[in-house]
């Protein structure tokens, strides 16, 4: 999982001094043994300061590209050894220089690459010093002074590997902790958003939408209220119903738009009630059996909000009968009369569905809730539950403008 970009921002300075201090630690390891290697091991001075600089070096390259380094370790590990078998008087097969870098590499390793990699490390390290002891022909108190050099070697490069290893295990899971929690405090801010969201929601529909909703009837019913009004005034009264409306479809666009966590969703074409039929053809091909009856002569002229409600209900009702009801058919029903939008949506209790009825029931879940919403918004009435059979039933009744119905 990829840190965020705050977090590799942090981590990027503590990095880049841990890289500086390695550098420094390269520098003073070569200083140290380019002349010991030379003076006390025998080993040809250019060859000396070449393989000096590349173990130093390797240091700080592990923290960039560790299995390069881990790799191109062992060129001056086994070399240096075997230019300084014919010395005297100096541990034998490990320098004390050797040493210190190769276990600078690995505890390294231990913290800027896997376990695996330091390991595997430390024993190929391990396996090399052993093989030189016992390829080379040596005297008896030779051969004591070897392994007097190599069984240190092992024994202080494990116990730093393992010390290395837990507090780079325990560094990595403070990390994923403290990336968790900004997660967790990320999506905590997000819900307060999209709940501060759906109160500003609620709040434009129970003060504005309800006022214009009443300047829209008083608006239309002014002619009918007060006889004898002259043709200009009653013609001013439709206009303003006309605005009154053409205000309450924005305003339900809006509130769509704020209960929406995506927004941009809102900006592109919204579906309508003509869509409903490839809606059933699409999930119809996941293996739902779904039986449409389109009462439906004419979607034209049908007002936008009140199609995006209906294809919002259909799509709802079919996604909780594919999760909660596997298997089960489904009958979708839409009508359109003079007056209203009739839906009728219901699947059947078959294997899974009854199980999924009472995990669908009304009184759980985010959709049922949203679809409750986009109803009342509309001014019609939904009626949710199960039907006889053990199935679900969603039924919702939307009224057309001119026959808009008020609680």
């Not at 590799?8 to 500086?20: D, N, Y």
């Not at 380019?34 to 590349?54: F, K």
């Not at 390259?61 to 790799?71: D, E, G, H, M, Q």
């Not at 220089?97 to 231990?110: D, G, H």
Request: glycine share 8%.
């Amino acid at each position: 999982m990829r840190a965020p970009r705050s977090t590799e921002a942090t981590e990027r300075p503590v990095m880049g001094r841990i890289w500086v201090l390695l550098c420094a630690l390269a520098v003073v390891l070569a200083a140290v043994s380019i002349p010991v290697n030379a003076a006390l091991y025998g080993v040809p001075v250019l060859d000396a300061i070449l393989l000096g600089l590349l173990q130093a070096g390797l240091i700080p390259l592990a923290v960039r590209s560790p299995k390069i380094a881990a790799a191109l370790s062992f060129i001056p590990f086994t070399l240096l050894p075997m230019l300084s078998i014919a010395s005297t008087g100096a541990p034998w097969p490990v320098a004390v220089t050797t040493i210190l870098a190769q276990i600078a590499l690995i505890v390294t390793l231990a913290f800027a690459a896997t376990w695996r990699t330091a390991t595997l490390t430390w024993l190929i390290s391990v396996a090399a010093v052993i093989g030189l002891i016992a390829a080379v022909p040596q005297r008896y108190d030779r051969f004591l002074e070897s392994l007097a050099s190599g069984i240190p070697f092992a024994a202080i490069s494990l116990a730093l590997l393992t010390i290395s290893l837990l507090l780079a295990q325990r560094a990595r899971i403070r990390a994923q902790l403290e990336q968790e929690r900004r997660v967790t405090a990320s999506e905590q801010v997000r819900r307060e958003l999209v709940e501060e969201r759906n109160r500003i929601a609620r709040e434009l529909h129970d003060v504005v939408a309800h006022g214009l909703s009443v300047i829209q009837v008083q608006a239309s019913s002014a002619k009918y209220r007060l006889p004898g009004l002259a043709p200009e005034v009653a013609a001013e009264f439709d206009g303003i119903g006309a605005t009154s409306r053409s205000a309450l479809a924005e305003m339900r666009q809006l509130l769509g738009v704020l209960r929406n966590e995506d927004s941009a969703a809102g900006l592109g074409p919204q579906p309508g009630l003509a869509d409903v039929p490839e809606l059933v053809d699409t999930i119809r091909k996941t293996g739902v059996p779904i039986d449409l009856s389109w009462n439906v002569s004419d979607s034209d002229g049908l007002p936008a909000s009140i199609g995006l409600t209906a294809y919002r209900l259909v799509q709802e009702a079919l996604s909780n009968a594919v999760r909660h009801a596997p298997g089960a058919a489904a009958n979708v029903s839409v009508t359109r009369g003079p007056a209203a939008l009739d839906l009728l949506i219901e699947n059947d209790a078959s294997g899974e569905a009854t199980r999924g009825a009472d995990a669908a029931s009304p009184a759980r879940g985010h959709g049922l809730v949203g679809m409750r919403e986009r109803v009342h918004l509309a001014g019609g009435r939904l009626d949710l539950g199960p039907t006889e059979s053990g199935g679900f039933r969603v039924a919702a009744h939307l009224p057309l403008p001119n026959h808009t119905e008020h609680a």
